[in-house]
């Protein structure tokens, strides 16, 4: 209970809630409710009706890690791009002419879209990856926070406190203007380009999906862009990427391209890479763009670790680095320095084998992802030796979630062990979701895919008491 009190009283009194009222723990959501839109009916992942609450502490606290951690990986992105590029990018295991398409840049930060995925461990926030682009999972759980707000309301009122969800496709939506707008200027008419899944154009939960999506964005247009709308396209042969940089669709000039799946799974590299050549000339906004995912290279958490990186670094920002983004280091690297001291990484790996994690760099939606907990010593030394030569991937101090008491459908009331999915949109904090395992199954691989609940997360705020005379 004092883990759900770390992160709200309202975390803790709707754990108290729902221990005094057991019959709540297996409650289920209504997903034919009228406030869910079609195409969340059947949403393949199980949710729970009973939100992670925190505090406005707690938001401050993410809000710092958003404003800090990207910008430190940016100044010393920049400065190897400079004085050390070979270095950088065989450290990151990037072509050079990312580097030079980095440092070429005129970077803003306010383009980045941002997912952080974290635990809480003895207390405090650890960092386990940074996610970038558009292709970024979790803000399905918005089309559900009317409903769950409203149960929340009947079943477990929370006295002398509200709860506020951040809707993060309308910050996503708010965020593509702001970035067309600075882009483009004045020639910019709000027209937007999403990638639909394979053979989906026709299905009626995409169609519901489509109009969600077009009702919010006339909600939340800025006048330059009302005469902009929504476009979407499942064939590439329908788009038309241009040597000038633009592109056209069914005989419209879009201002951004937003490709909701990860890279290489829906459509060929080719078209990724005109993509990203068209981007370079400033005619459209695409959040995809090579410049806008780089600081989410996992090496990175191992390059602010390094020893001769350490001098670049404020006081402040080394401090930042020390308490919320474990100790990493390259698995290809021969020795590392672990806990202040040295040793073979071998060894390492052998020694401290749950105390450990190996990853690969580039990959997403945690795949490639090995954890010493789950694995024999067989294994995790036979998984080390296939690996310990590629440069893309690292090893990792694992941290045990502290469990926070919840429940959820088909699993009931349990501490349960959660892994925090935080958006950064705009440089600032927009909101999240939650993962999680009923703890005492040992898993350590918290993944929805793999039968995880997901929680919606919501901010408790004290309601105004308002005095009639």
């Not at 709200?8 to 809630?17: D, H, R, V």
């Not at 320095?337 to 060894?347: K, L, N, P, S, V």
């Amino acid at each position: 209970m004092n883990n759900n009190r770390r992160l709200s009283e309202g975390f803790a009194s709707l754990a108290q809630g729902l221990s005094q009222q057991q019959s709540l723990a297996q409650h289920q959501l209504n997903m034919q409710a009228p406030s869910i839109p079609e195409f969340m009916s059947d949403y393949q992942y199980k949710v729970s009706p009973w939100p992670v609450i925190i505090d406005a502490d707690f938001v401050a606290e993410l809000s710092l890690i958003i404003k800090e951690i990207p910008l430190i990986f940016h100044r010393l992105l920049k400065h190897f791009a400079v004085q050390q590029r070979a270095w950088l990018c065989e450290y990151l295991n990037e072509p050079e002419l990312t580097a030079q398409l980095y440092q070429d840049h005129q970077f803003n930060s306010t383009d980045v879209l941002s997912r952080i995925d974290a635990v809480i461990s003895g207390g405090e926030i650890r960092l386990i990856e940074i996610n970038q682009g558009a292709s970024l999972g979790g803000w399905q759980l918005d089309w559900l926070c009317g409903e769950i707000a409203q149960k929340m309301d009947e079943l477990i009122p929370l006295p002398g406190l509200s709860l506020h969800y951040q809707n993060v496709v309308e910050s996503l939506f708010k965020s593509y203007c702001q970035s067309i707008l600075r882009l483009k200027g004045v020639s910019a008419k709000g027209h937007i380009l999403f990638l639909l899944p394979a053979n989906s154009a026709f299905d009626a939960s995409t169609q519901s999906l489509k109009a969600s999506f077009a009702n919010l964005y006339t909600k939340i247009a800025p006048p330059q862009l009302a005469a902009g709308r929504l476009h979407f396209f499942t064939d590439i042969n329908d788009v038309t990427v241009g040597v000038d940089g633009r592109v056209m669709f069914d005989g419209v000039e879009m201002d951004g391209v937003i490709l909701t799946t990860e890279k290489g799974n829906e459509l060929p590299r080719s078209f990724y890479s005109l993509l990203e050549s068209a981007s370079t000339k400033g005619k459209f906004y695409y959040p995809d763009a090579i410049c806008l995912t780089l600081g989410a290279n996992k090496l990175l958490f191992a390059l602010v670790h390094e020893p001769q990186v350490q001098p670049l670094l404020s006081p402040q920002h080394r401090q930042l680095i020390e308490r919320y983004i474990p100790w990493t280091a390259k698995l290809s690297s021969p020795s590392v320095i672990w806990q202040g001291q040295q040793h073979e990484t071998a060894d390492l790996v052998s020694a401290f084998k749950d105390q450990l994690v190996m990853k690969k760099a580039h990959s997403m939606q945690g795949k490639d992802v090995a954890i010493g907990q789950s694995m024999s010593a067989q294994q995790w030394l036979a998984f080390y030796q296939q690996h310990c030569d590629d440069g893309d991937w690292l090893i990792q101090q694992y941290y045990t979630p502290d469990p926070v008491v919840t429940a959820a459908p088909d699993l009931g009331l349990h501490p349960f062990s959660m892994v925090w999915g935080i958006f950064a949109i705009q440089g600032r904090y927009a909101g999240g979701f939650v993962r999680g395992n009923v703890a005492s199954t040992g898993s350590t691989v918290i993944n929805s895919a793999k039968g995880a609940a997901e929680f919606a997360l919501m901010e408790q705020r004290k309601v105004k008491q308002s005095i009639i005379i």
